[in-house]
């Protein structure tokens, strides 16, 4: 039963990593012969061999410890909670950051869009929505597209939008997930449609939010834990959001200085324990 589903896993992430037996046998230093008795159930595989396939079919550390546990092996990668102790120092790092980002707006999100951590400055996407959608915990993603959130002061939606939808389609199709394509049709529904012209931007598009001191345009950054060896932080993200333009840039640096110790909402405030 083992060697059966640790066969089939490898076979899955191969066809849905696209590469072929012999490709994979090279990225992972051994023989086709040996990646097809796997997939086969005919051969068991070693502990190494499965890091070295996870490794070589790019998953991530909570991916290869599933992989591990269907051929038999013990995970390799721990998962501590946010809280715990031992992840302080990185807790007080993470502050640092956002903190080192103002008067820019920054978040810290775990998988699907669940808000971890933000700096004072979010406090820009938190103004007119409803308060349903900042009951924690609170998830970034719907509420920049919900229309009872941010989707009424974006004044590109359409566009916008489709532009997050398809980037959350383009890692649904690398780790698929039945999860995350729920949720990705349930953000969908909430984005009109926007037929690709002449000035289509493709990847390139800033938000264009309307505030009370006019209209920002705002670029996202996006930074990864990428050598983190515990699941929990690997999976964190940072959102960094970038004036566009000194006349944005300008707008932010106001809005600080007038509200330099202004509360924010306690949803979005608190750590949310993962």
Do not use: C
Not at 86 to 108: D, K, M, N, S
Not at 192 to 217: K, Q, T
């Amino acid at each position: 039963m083992e060697q059966t589903a640790v066969g089939a896993e490898v076979r899955r992430w191969r066809r849905v990593r696209r590469v072929s037996q012999l490709e994979l046998a090279s990225l992972a230093g051994t023989t086709q012969r040996h990646v097809s008795f796997i997939e086969s159930g005919r051969s068991r595989p070693g502990r190494e061999i499965v890091v070295r396939l996870a490794e070589s079919l790019g998953l991530s550390l909570r991916e290869r410890n599933d992989l591990l546990a269907a051929a038999g092996y013990a995970p390799v990668f721990t998962e501590s909670g946010f809280d715990e102790a031992g992840l302080e120092p990185v807790r007080r790092a993470l502050e640092q950051i956002l903190h080192g980002h103002l008067p820019y707006p920054a978040i810290i999100v775990a998988p699907y869009g669940r808000v971890v951590a933000v700096n004072d400055a979010t406090d820009l996407f938190t103004e007119d929505v409803s308060p349903a959608l900042l009951e924690p915990p609170v998830n970034l993603i719907r509420l920049m597209l919900h229309p009872d959130g941010l989707a009424p002061r974006v004044a590109n939606m359409a566009e916008w939008g489709r532009h997050v939808i398809d980037n959350m389609r383009a890692r649904a199709r690398r780790s698929p997930d039945p999860r995350l394509d729920e949720f990705v049709d349930e953000l969908a529904g909430y984005v009109p449609a926007a037929p690709a012209g002449p000035d289509h931007l493709g990847f390139a598009v800033p938000m264009r939010l309307a505030s009370a001191d006019g209209e920002l345009r705002l670029i996202t950054t996006l930074t990864s834990f990428a050598t983190a060896t515990d699941v929990t932080l690997a999976e964190l993200v940072l959102e960094a959001f970038l004036p566009a333009d000194q006349a944005t840039a300008d707008v932010l640096l106001r809005r600080m200085a007038r509200s330099p110790a202004a509360p924010l909402t306690p949803a979005l405030k608190r750590h949310v324990t993962l």
